[in-house]
């Protein structure tokens, strides 16, 4: 995607007209490293930040090849001269604009008064298209489902620079955005790249007028940036500002609330005249204004920078000549170093300690030839129990991770987010770990002398009781010997769970590139270091496999159409055996790397996690953090919008399904060919195994009575296939998988009611595993959440 922001043409402009001719080529105060990063995209690096708190512009040296000629009111000059290339527009129309620059090719949403400017952009006869590309608007039955889809698109599809691609979302004002606060918290938890626009009461409405809320205050906790639109001049800056901020970092939401009457409102000279003079310029000391609305551009004063967001919470932009952006550091704080990784290694002392406690801090950096990234790199080699875990941040480097499991012969295990960023088909795959994890996984990271921990961020789920997590690789750091390596794109993500070894503040692809890049410098002598690790790996895979229950055939005597009966034999099924052979499927037939999954909550989630062979990065689609029930159908929808020719199959729950089934009307409206399964057993089986654990068996709020899916899926057009055993799943199985390639199909599968295990109880070491579906005595304090 080329960023080209209203700062970066900004800016551009001065340099047309002033000193600033070139990119900065001195910096003061700071050792500075400019590079491009995967946007072609300058990005100042700080390797040694001791300025904390000082002057913006001279910490980070903004000025020109040592000029102070570019000044505020330059760039005031540069501002005018832009904002009239939009004379005459409405904000919406530029808000669709930014839309096609951003390469947004589908949105999802709902009507309402109060969005209905913005929307009429959308119509396929409006005047502004022409024969010009236009974006695909869908209608979803509500805004939380057009959240999830939007979701969908985003957690599925890549952009160029590699970064995840933004979904969109628009709502009405009101319960149109309060709608949005799930579907918005989910992806601030899963780090989701979304743009969320809501319609809003006009500013010259009463208070309290009609579908009016506090949308921005609401939004604020859960997303990265909320922001209400004051002035149509804004909108240029915001729409770019609210793109860099939800892909850069970890990404996440963003969320901008449009006043109708701004919506409508035309950049006349006397709109843009005054939007210009009450620009004002960005004081760092006020603190005070860290989750304020107002003034959302500020120019930085004696630079040619710009400030957008909150004072406290935003970032500085400049530009090349190119009239690109290019951000420079302006602050050390969690919230720039969680925006930008700076490719340094730390050890020493915690995130908190940092900076205010300078002392016992060290400082190196990613592929130096000497200092902390050679220790570091002498525990990677001298390892003789090393374990991988790869995260959701790993997902965008399978590659450098197979090349550096395979050069030192090291077990990896990944997260629910980055399942399939290493091809379980490997022999070094240990498969997913944690509280639903594969045994094997959960014995080794246990045991391991080193833990390299790329781009997860030790989740509780991971980690089991955080007192009990890895004590042979704290006690190999004591011995000097092993330890944990932390990688991450956030700065604030040091020690917040577990204090490693070193923390890496950097990409786990850049991690892995270093990394290997040292190793072929100087290959390993004894490439048979881990050979009793890997004997270990393979033995426990041998004893403690994923169990599946099955079930004796049974006899039943059923009716013929005639009237007649007739004696036949049926077997019960259940969620593992249901998606066992789903999997099976796919992997005779090839078509395992073509397939992208979706699940909602529960047990059919952790069961898929577990069964499926996972391939391909970014292939399993699943609500993580935030645990939302309801997501599978959306996100489905999304991921087969965002990707056309994968095979795209929703593994739901009942319980999930019933929350969202309302979407099998946008399906068949739009005839979105997606593969809809729900595993019905008539329950929250997550849910009700801990209330028997936990509860005395006292099961309440987790039976469900369960509708005839397929005529609800015929009633929205849509094909349906039944099954509930064993004998007739294969061939019901084929048909669902690879009979309906052009059009949506729902495969209804009434199971038994099983749990899914292995499960670490709530409370319990890692490898401490309930492995066997049998009562037992539970740690009744330690109640699951």
């Not at 551009?12 to 500075?32: D, K, N, R």
């Not at 512009?57 to 001269?81: C, D, E, L, M, R």
């Not at 999830?148 to 599925?156: D, L, P, R, Y």
Request: with cysteine.
């Amino acid at each position: 995607m080329k960023f080209t922001t209203a700062a970066a043409i900004l800016a551009a402009t001065v340099a047309s007209t002033s000193a600033f001719l070139s990119p900065p080529s001195h910096y003061h105060l700071h050792s500075i490293s400019t590079r491009r990063n995967h946007e072609d995209l300058h990005m100042s690096t700080v390797f040694d930040p001791q300025t904390t708190g000082k002057s913006i512009g001279i910490a980070t040296g903004f000025n020109i090849n040592g000029s102070s000629a570019s000044t505020p009111q330059a760039a005031k000059s540069a501002a005018s001269k832009y904002l009239h290339t939009f004379h005459g527009e409405t904000a919406a129309h530029i808000i669709y604009s930014k839309l096609l620059e951003h390469n947004v090719e589908v949105v999802n949403g709902y009507s309402g008064g109060a969005i209905l400017p913005l929307l009429d952009q959308f119509h396929t006869n409006h005047p502004r298209h022409g024969s010009s590309k236009k974006i695909r608007w869908i209608t979803n039955s509500n805004e939380s489902s057009a959240g999830h889809v939007a979701e969908g698109i985003a957690k599925s599809s890549t952009e160029p620079d590699g970064k995840l691609a933004a979904g969109v979302v628009v709502a009405t004002s009101g319960p149109g955005a309060t709608n949005l606060v799930t579907p918005v918290a989910d992806a601030l938890c899963d780090g989701v790249p979304l743009i969320v626009l809501c319609g809003q009461a006009a500013t010259t409405a009463p208070k309290d007028a009609f579908q009016s809320c506090p949308a921005v205050d609401i939004m604020r906790p859960i997303t990265k940036w909320s922001y209400q639109i004051k002035n149509a001049a804004e909108v240029p800056f915001a729409m770019d500002y609210a793109f860099y901020v939800a892909r850069h970092g970890r990404p996440g939401p963003v969320f901008i609330d449009l006043p109708k009457d701004l919506q409508i409102q035309q950049l006349n000279e006397e709109v843009i005249s005054k939007f210009l003079d009450g620009i004002p310029s960005y004081d760092e000391g006020d603190k005070d204004k860290i989750g304020a609305d107002k003034d959302f551009v500020r120019l930085i004063p004696d630079t040619a920078a710009i400030h957008l967001g909150n004072v406290g919470q935003g970032l500085s932009f400049q530009v090349d000549e190119e009239g690109k952006l290019m951000h420079v550091e302006s602050g050390h704080d969690a919230y720039h170093l969680d925006h930008h990784s700076t490719d340094t290694i730390y050890s020493g002392v915690d995130y908190k300690d940092i900076y205010e406690k300078p002392e016992g801090r060290k400082m190196g950096k990613l592929g130096a030839k000497d200092g902390l990234m050679q220790d570091m790199m002498g525990l990677i080699r001298n390892a003789k129990r090393p374990f991988i875990v790869a995260g959701q941040g790993a997902n965008d480097a399978s590659e450098e991770l197979k090349e550096l499991a395979e050069t030192l012969q090291i077990p990896v295990a990944t997260t629910l987010h980055a399942l399939g960023t290493f091809d379980e088909r490997h022999a070094l795959a240990t498969n997913m770990l944690g509280m639903h994890g594969h045994a094997t996984p959960n014995y080794l990271i246990q045991d391991c002398d080193l833990l390299i921990c790329i781009g997860s961020r030790f989740d509780d789920r991971i980690t089991g009781r955080p007192s009990d997590f890895i004590p042979a690789a704290r006690q190999a750091e004591k011995e000097g010997r092993g330890g944990i390596i932390h990688v991450d794109v956030r700065f604030s993500e040091n020690a917040k769970q577990v204090k490693p070894t070193y923390f890496v503040h950097s990409t786990g692809k850049a991690f892995l590139q270093a990394v290997n890049e040292e190793i072929r410098a100087n290959p390993p002598k004894d490439q048979r270091k881990t050979k009793q690790w890997i004997e270990k790996k393979m033995n426990l895979e041998a004893e403690y496999p994923i169990k599946i229950t099955k079930y004796n055939p049974e006899k039943f005597t059923i009716s013929n159409d005639d009237g007649s009966t007739k004696e036949v034999t049926r077997t019960r099924i259940n969620t593992q055996s249901v998606i066992a052979e789903m999997n099976r499927q796919l992997l005779e037939s090839g078509k395992i790397d073509e397939a992208i999954f979706t699940t909602g909550v529960g047990i059919h989630q952790m069961a898929a996690a577990q069964l499926i062979t996972w391939t391909q990065p970014r292939q399993m689609l699943s609500s993580g953090s935030l645990g939302t029930m309801g997501v599978s159908t959306g996100y489905c929808m999304g991921a087969k919008l965002a990707n056309p020719t994968k095979i795209c199959i929703s593994i739901d729950g009942d319980g999930s399904f019933n929350m969202t089934f309302t979407e099998l009307k946008t399906i068949g409206d739009e005839k979105i060919p997606v593969k809809l399964m729900i595993l019905d057993n008539e329950s929250q089986m997550m849910v009700e195994y801990w209330q028997r654990l936990f509860h005395d068996k006292r099961y309440i709020a987790v039976r469900n009575k369960s509708p005839a899916y397929t005529t609800l899926a015929s009633s929205f057009d849509i094909k349906s296939i039944y099954c509930d055993n064993e004998e007739e799943l294969e061939e019901k199985m084929r048909s669902f998988l690879f009979d309906y390639d052009d059009e949506p199909v729902l495969f209804h599968v009434r199971i038994e009611r099983t749990p899914c295990l292995p499960m670490v109880a709530p409370g319990q070491p890692l490898d401490n595993m309930i492995l066997v579906d049998e009562d037992f005595e539970v740690d009744k304090s330690a109640a699951p959440s």
